[in-house]
């Protein structure tokens, strides 16, 4: 069964500061690959998706993720950080067959001071 | 304006007491889920159903059951067999099938707070 770790809980950057968030997947085949963010107490929004071919994707809001399958790593960045971005952040794999049934990491919690 | 909606947003329940969660969506989508969410835990699938009068069990069914006799709708209820209920709700839903599509995306609704009291 495909499983993410996601390691950090909370990070705190300062605005205009670069982000990088990290997310490691276990999956025996090449995965389907999801950030989404989420602002309190309300529902996800999809910030971009990796399925195959360029390993860097770009999403919304001038995120980007970069995959490695050398490292089993889909970490998502951000060259400059608005406060509007302070949120929390899942990683989150689909099998591939599997349909549309999402794996989330456990969500790190993003603090921008400003 | 299309998308999911959720209802109630709020919802306290008495131990012992059966409660049932509201998830429409008007995205004419085939498959919807239904998502637990706890604080230091990420989201957990509860339940899904990828067509009308058809549904399957996620990682989390205990204490749950669901029922899908519209394409619109996909209601959850909390049975009291939920040993810890209190918890954030959230449905979802999508087209059918492979996630690769362009248009395949996976849509949540903003979510529904249960309270145990």
């Known amino acids: 069964a495909q499983s993410v770790t996601q390691p950090d809980i909370h990070i705190t950057v300062s605005e205009g500061a670069s982000l990088e968030l990290r997310c490691n997947y276990s999956?025996?085949?090449?995965?389907?690959l999801f950030w989404y963010v989420q602002s309190p107490g309300q529902g996800l929004q999809l910030l971009l998706k990796?399925?195959?071919?360029?390993?860097l994707v770009q999403g919304i809001k001038g995120f980007e993720a970069e995959f490695k399958r050398s490292q089993s790593s889909f970490n998502l960045r951000k060259p400059s950080v608005h406060w509007s971005d302070a949120a929390e952040y899942f990683c989150a794999v689909a099998a591939t067959g599997g349909g549309n049934k999402l794996t989330f990491g456990t969500g790190t919690q993003l603090k921008v001071e400003l | 304006d299309g998308g999911i909606t959720q209802s109630p947003k709020y919802l306290f329940r008495k131990e012992g007491q059966n409660v049932t969660l509201s998830c429409e969506q008007n995205?004419?989508?085939?498959?919807m889920y239904w998502y637990r969410q706890d604080p230091g835990q990420g989201l957990r699938l509860i339940y899904y159903?990828?067509?009308?009068?058809?549904?399957q069990k996620g990682d989390i069914a205990e204490g749950y059951s669901v029922s899908r006799e519209k394409k619109e709708s996909f209601p959850l209820t909390v049975t009291s067999a939920q040993k810890n209920p209190t918890a954030f709700y959230l449905c979802?839903?999508?087209?059918?099938?492979?996630?690769?599509?362009?248009?395949?995306?996976?849509?949540f609704g903003e979510g529904s707070w249960l309270t145990v009291v």
């Open positions: 995205l004419n989508h085939d498959a």
């Open positions: 999956y025996g085949a090449t995965p389907y």
């Open positions: 159903s990828q067509i009308v009068n058809d549904f």
């Open positions: 990796y399925f195959s071919g360029d390993t």
């Open positions: 979802a839903s999508s087209r059918k099938g492979d996630p690769r599509g362009s248009g395949n995306t996976i849509y």
